[in-house]
């Protein structure tokens, strides 16, 4: 069976399929059409409903549910990895409602997490992920919300935290925090769907077992990033969650949505969301 598969060129996503779409494990019959794209990308591509399986944040599949369902496995979610709100002067936290902030992407959740600390703030511009530190520096915004591989660079270029979102999060329900999850559409059957999941938390383990392996097509697409970012990089984001969300994992996924739900962020509850 030929499947699409949306993912993005970060080191961690790169690590993390690397195996199954280069038949370095058993996909169980399973073949892979890839499409490459920035998350924000993904986000947008899987509101159209046509890509099979997909990378996106958790944010954006609140709004998809009734088309796909998340996969237990290949998930980026974890403590102390979550997006950071910075500036190139200080901000003080209870100042963020009045300032532009540049965001990298409506539908990312770390847009999410900071209209639920923030309800107030609006204010916002979106920007390719990777252009956020330039554009404060350059003035055309006060603060930024950073993701990926910019929390291991922006205080190399003199530019300062305002407020750690993961942090946040953490404190106030002490569970991880669910960045981005790997969806399957409900038009297949509940037997690909198992299969696709075991499939990815196959390509995981083999990631994790051989770590090496990966490394020629992680770097291929993060060419500008140093050995050690990419390193962080992956250490940050890949993790036991990734292999399985298990119920600690799920708990938080469904807490984010509730506590979406309760801000006005999304409208409907939502139900039957994991691939069992």
Not at 128 to 134: A, G, L, R, T, V
Not at 135 to 144: N, P, Q
Request: glycine share 6%.
């Amino acid at each position: 069976m030929q499947l699409t598969l949306g993912f993005s060129t970060c080191p961690n996503d790169t690590f993390i399929f690397d195996a199954m779409i280069h038949q370095k494990v058993d996909t169980e019959g399973l073949q892979f059409d890839v499409i490459l794209a920035d998350v924000e990308e993904l986000n947008r591509n899987a509101f159209n409903g046509t890509i099979d399986i997909t990378k996106l944040s958790y944010h954006a599949f609140a709004h998809i549910a009734t088309n796909y369902k998340l996969l237990t496995s290949g998930s980026a979610l974890g403590y102390k990895n979550g997006p950071l709100l910075i500036s190139k002067h200080k901000i003080y936290p209870d100042k963020v409602a009045n300032i532009k902030v540049a965001i990298p992407g409506k539908y990312t959740t770390a847009n999410l997490l900071l209209s639920i600390v923030y309800p107030n703030l609006k204010d916002k511009i979106e920007y390719m992920f990777s252009d956020i530190e330039e554009a404060i520096l350059d003035g055309e915004v006060d603060a930024g919300l950073i993701i990926h591989e910019n929390r291991f660079t922006y205080e190399k270029k003199g530019l300062k935290k305002i407020i750690d979102l993961g942090e946040d999060w953490e404190e106030k329900t002490n569970s991880p925090i669910p960045l981005g999850g790997i969806v399957i559409h409900r038009k297949f059957d509940l037997k690909t769907q198992q299969k696709v999941n075991r499939v990815i938390k196959r390509s995981v383990e083999y990631a994790f077992q051989n770590p090496n392996s990966s490394y020629g097509y992680v770097k291929k697409y993060a060419q500008e990033l140093n050995n050690e970012v990419i390193k962080k990089h992956i250490n940050l984001y890949v993790n036991n969650f990734t292999a399985d969300l298990g119920i600690e994992g799920k708990n938080a996924v469904e807490t984010l949505f509730k506590r979406a739900k309760e801000e006005k962020l999304i409208t409907s509850s939502l139900h039957d969301i994991f691939v069992i």
